[in-house]
């Protein structure tokens, strides 16, 4: 297939600026729009790109699906145990002034919310990347004559 | 924040989107071509999360824009290409009952909207209470610019560790329904009855043939 020279070309050059915007997303969520949902479904979708211009298998082989399902589970770990950090202050769960208390500038509120939102991302990006690799996996490659 | 538009233009520009919006929902439900209908889902979410933005909620028209247009669509692509690229043709014919219980929902629906506040009210009950304090204490309790982040991570953080939850039941969902037996170079699995149109019929028996046919050859050698 060698074909869609011109989307292939065109993917080559935005995965990695589609990759670099989905961590701005991540990490700016508590600056600008945006957050861990958000940038999560954006590195999926550079992922997605991929799949759909070269092929489902040469973006398997670039993200192996066998790391998805850990990294879903220490996504929603990270999120958890980031509120089980707090308790170990005795404060509440998810009660982020506890982890840094000495600051002036709430940085414990900073520091969970950008450990929370990683775990956020971490879950929505493997989450999506398996439900597509899932659906898309069931068919070798998309036909020449279904674009 | 200081910018200026008209009002009018406002006014002319929400119009626009929400004719569109319409004028979107009404082609999806009257085309047939799936394909076609997966596309016009796309532009759907496209044009609400302009709406969104027209309505200062851009967190919500990022995530419209990027779930609803983008990951929803490529679902919809990879799930119509398992199944037939054609809607069944529906019997012709009008259901008095149906047109009774649409008509009477739709009226009971823009009967209600009458009596709901005013956009941007700052007294009605959606902003009143709680969003009134997260506005007034943000600055103070956590000191993150992005209020739907204050809001989404720490105040509400227990609600979105359930999101997470729900999304992360969704994947382990999918995966034990379609199987990750073809997702670790397993035996694939033909459960799918072959394509309804002739042509796509022999095309992918042949290729599941071939695709069956592999692994085995290369087990054996």
Known sequence: MMGHVVLRITIKILFAPITLFALYVQFHGDYGPGGGFQAGVIFAVAFIMHALGFGIDKTKQALPPKVLPAIMVSGVLLYALTGVWSMFYGGNFLDYDLIQPDSHHHAGQHIGIILVEFGVGLAVASTMLTVFYHFAGREPEIADEDW | ?221
């Not at chain 2, 649409?102 to 009143?128: H, K, Q, R, Y």
């Open chain 2, 1 to 221: 924040m200081e910018y200026h538009t008209e009002p009018t233009q406002i006014v002319v520009l929400n119009l626009a989107i929400l004719t569109l919006l319409l004028v979107t929902a009404i082609t999806m439900v009257r085309v047939r071509r799936l394909f076609a209908v997966v596309m016009l889902s796309g532009i759907y979410s496209l044009l609400s999360a302009l709406f969104f933005v027209s309505l200062d909620a851009v967190d919500v028209a990022f995530t419209e824009a990027a779930v609803g247009a983008g990951i929803s669509t490529v679902l919809m692509l990879s799930g119509m290409l398992l199944t037939a690229r054609r809607e069944k043709p529906v019997v012709p014919g009008h259901r008095p009952l149906a047109l009774f219980v649409c008509v009477i929902t739709g009226g009971v629906l823009i009967w209600a909207s009458t009596d709901m506040p005013a956009f941007g009210d700052p007294e009605a009950p959606a902003n009143a209470y709680v969003g009134k304090l997260f506005i007034e204490r943000t600055p103070s309790d956590v000191e993150v610019p992005n209020l739907v982040t204050a809001v989404l991570a720490s105040y509400r953080g227990f609600d979105t560790l359930g999101e997470v939850l729900v999304i992360f039941t969704a994947g382990v969902g999918v995966m034990l329904l379609l199987g990750s037996g073809s997702i670790r170079g397993g035996r694939k699995r033909q459960d799918i009855p072959p394509q309804v149109e002739p042509a796509a019929d022999q095309k992918a028996s042949l290729d599941g043939g071939k695709k069956t046919a592999s692994p085995q050859d290369g087990g054996a050698s």
